[in-house]
Structures are given as structure tokens and as C-alpha cells.
């Protein structure tokens, strides 16, 4: 266990002098219940984490974006700190195989879900917060921000996202998930334009462009979206 949670700490980028809040951020309920450890499971974590994530986007929102108003700031921060930027997070760094799983959340692809994995990440972040403190945890969390942070002082950050949307609408229709490939990219460095093909259950749905992958697979989606229509109930 101990060269597993050297992995994740090299991950992360920070080493705990208290291994336990580490161990208790990996405890999914399901595993304290099921093995009765002594670390208690993660949720008590993922409330703190909750508010710290929250606070550090504020924050560095504030710093940076003193022209924006606090409406376009609180679109920003809901966008940031939604749960498909928590889960790309997540994914990014691998956390579900460091997560201690009950069998049966394991056998119901535990790892792999989006709402497992979001507030683990929360946990985390609390964890990392209780052991070194607001400077640890604020570098941790804008570490994982970092180019959607990036994105937007460059401009290129797109506030509507389409992908999350589109996402849920496709899981609330036990559809598959999509999927997307770029196509085609042409013009100089400076001024490139992607095109990108979105595809459900391997069929073409729809095509996106825009000046990064990014902004043409928001572009997909978003077209994608307008096919589909309006929900109803």
C-alpha cells in the first residue's frame, strides 16, 4: 500500500506527513463498512473539500478578473468547479485506481463513476488542506485547474459547456457516451482551425469547428444538442 500511495503523492505533487487523512480521502463508505477499517470513509472530507475548491476559484477569479462582473465571475466558478471539471481532475490523475472500494461498488464499475470519482477528488483536497494547510491546498487545486485557468486569461475559455451538457442529456437517455476525433486542421500556428466529428454509439452525429480542439468539440456538442431538440418530459 505504501509504494501506491508514493504514486499518487508524486502525482499530486505534495507528500503527507500524515498518511491517514490520505488514506481516509481514498475510503469509499462501501469499504469502511465491508472491511470495518479504522479510517473512517471519505464524505465528512468531500463536504470541507466542497468549500475549499470553491474558495480557491473565487479567489484566484477575483485576482486575476478584477473587470469582470459578479455575474460573469459566478459563471465561471459554477463552470470551474462543476462535477465534469472535478471528474476530467480526477481522470487526469488516474484516482480512481488509488480508491479503497467495497465489493460491490467495485463490482458496479466504482472506479469509473463520475460522482464516485468527484467527490474523492473533494476528499483529497481536504486532506491535502488538513495536512499542510490553505497554501498546499489552493496549489494543489489550481495544479488541477491549471489550463481551464489558463484558457480563460487567454480568452480561448468557453463559458457554455456544451460537452457536459450534451453528456447528461445522453446518460439521462441511457444512451452511449460520445465521442470525438479531429478531422482536419488547417491555417498557421497562430490562427489554426480544428474540425471535429462527434459520434453516439459509433454513428456520426455532428461536426464542430473552432481555433482549439477544445472550442470545436464544445462546437460538436453543441450542434449535437440542437439536432436532439428540446427535452420533454
Not at 23 to 51: I, K
Not at 87 to 92: I, K
Not at 214 to 231: C, F, H, N, T, V
Given at each position: 500500500?505504501?509504494?501506491?500511495?508514493?504514486?499518487?503523492?508524486?502525482?499530486?505533487?505534495?507528500?503527507?506527513?500524515?498518511?491517514?487523512?490520505?488514506?481516509?480521502?481514498?475510503?469509499?463508505?462501501?469499504?469502511?463498512?465491508?472491511?470495518?477499517?479504522?479510517?473512517?470513509?471519505?464524505?465528512?472530507?468531500?463536504?470541507?473539500?466542497?468549500?475549499?475548491?470553491?474558495?480557491?476559484?473565487?479567489?484566484?477569479?477575483?485576482?486575476?478578473?478584477?473587470?469582470?462582473?459578479?455575474?460573469?465571475?459566478?459563471?465561471?466558478?459554477?463552470?470551474?468547479?462543476?462535477?465534469?471539471?472535478?471528474?476530467?481532475?480526477?481522470?487526469?490523475?488516474?484516482?480512481?485506481?488509488?480508491?479503497?472500494?467495497?465489493?460491490?461498488?467495485?463490482?458496479?464499475?466504482?472506479?469509473?463513476?463520475?460522482a464516485v470519482l468527484v467527490d474523492a477528488t473533494e476528499a483529497l483536497v481536504a486532506a491535502v488542506y488538513l495536512d499542510g494547510g490553505m497554501d498546499a491546498a489552493r496549489r494543489f487545486v489550481l495544479q488541477q485547474l491549471a489550463e481551464d485557468l489558463g484558457d480563460i486569461l487567454s480568452g480561448r475559455f468557453v463559458l457554455s459547456d456544451y460537452?457536459?451538457?450534451?453528456?447528461?442529456?445522453?446518460?439521462?437517455?441511457?444512451?452511449?457516451?460520445?465521442?470525438?476525433?479531429?478531422?482536419?486542421?488547417?491555417?498557421?500556428?497562430?490562427?489554426?482551425?480544428?474540425?471535429?466529428?462527434?459520434?453516439?454509439?459509433?454513428?456520426?452525429?455532428?461536426?464542430?469547428?473552432?481555433?482549439?480542439?477544445?472550442?470545436?468539440?464544445?462546437?460538436?456538442?453543441?450542434?449535437?444538442?440542437?439536432?436532439?431538440?428540446?427535452?420533454?418530459?
Amino acid at each position: 500500500m505504501e509504494d501506491v500511495l508514493d504514486n499518487l503523492e508524486e502525482k499530486i505533487e505534495y507528500a503527507f506527513k500524515d498518511r491517514s487523512l490520505l488514506l481516509r480521502a481514498l475510503t469509499h463508505s462501501s469499504y469502511a463498512n465491508e472491511c470495518r477499517v479504522e479510517q473512517e470513509d471519505y464524505e465528512q472530507l468531500e463536504f470541507l473539500g466542497d468549500s475549499i475548491i470553491g474558495f480557491v476559484v473565487s479567489e484566484n477569479l477575483l485576482v486575476n478578473h478584477p473587470d469582470l462582473t459578479e455575474g460573469q465571475l459566478s459563471k465561471l466558478r459554477a463552470q470551474l468547479v462543476s462535477s465534469s471539471s472535478l471528474f476530467r481532475s480526477a481522470s487526469g490523475l488516474e484516482l480512481g485506481r488509488f480508491l479503497r472500494l467495497g465489493k460491490g461498488e467495485e463490482k458496479n464499475s466504482g472506479r469509473r463513476k463520475q460522482a464516485v470519482l468527484v467527490d474523492a477528488t473533494e476528499a483529497l483536497v481536504a486532506a491535502v488542506y488538513l495536512d499542510g494547510g490553505m497554501d498546499a491546498a489552493r496549489r494543489f487545486v489550481l495544479q488541477q485547474l491549471a489550463e481551464d485557468l489558463g484558457d480563460i486569461l487567454s480568452g480561448r475559455f468557453v463559458l457554455s459547456d456544451y460537452k457536459s451538457r450534451l453528456q447528461e442529456r445522453l446518460h439521462s437517455l441511457r444512451e452511449a457516451r460520445p465521442e470525438y476525433s479531429v478531422i482536419d486542421q488547417s491555417g498557421p500556428d497562430h490562427q489554426r482551425q480544428f474540425s471535429v466529428r462527434l459520434t453516439i454509439g459509433g454513428k456520426p452525429t455532428a461536426r464542430g469547428q473552432g481555433g482549439t480542439k477544445k472550442s470545436a468539440e464544445q462546437d460538436a456538442a453543441r450542434r449535437a444538442l440542437k439536432k436532439m431538440g428540446p427535452i420533454t418530459c
